[in-house]
Nanobody, 126 residues
């Protein structure tokens, strides 16, 4: 079982940056594909970014079109942590951001049978 704890959310002005962190428990963290999702008020949860599992420092990343070129996902297996660097933030990025861990899934399918964190609020003011 994996427990996930997100942090790093907050209030930022449009054009600013934030870095979210998701710390996972367990010695098999590297075997999990990791994803970031978000849910804005009144909207369904949507895929933001994901990485494949990684045995070392090499992994593949996938992004939603809405964040490509602005957000970067990365992972540090030595710290059991996945990050989401968010630059050039827009008010439309305002949402609760969740990380998810899963095995055998990629991209937006991560989390269907996996684990979720409790979420962290990101608010971007105009």
């Amino acid at each position: 079982q994996v427990q996930l704890v997100e942090s790093g959310g907050g209030l930022v002005q449009a054009g600013g940056s934030l870095r979210l962190s998701c710390a996972g428990s367990g010695r098999t963290f590297r075997t999990y594909a990791m994803g970031w999702f978000r849910q804005a008020p009144g909207k369904e949860r949507e895929f933001v970014a994901a990485t494949t599992w990684s045995s070392g420092s090499i992994y593949y990343a996938d992004y939603a079109d809405s964040v490509k070129g602005r957000f970067t996902i990365s992972r540090d297996n030595s710290k059991n942590t996945v990050y989401l660097q968010m630059n050039s933030l827009k008010p439309a990025d305002t949402a609760v951001y969740y990380c998810a861990a899963d095995i055998g899934r990629i991209g937006g399918t991560i989390g269907k049978n996996g684990y979720w964190g409790q979420g962290t609020q990101v608010t971007v003011s105009s």
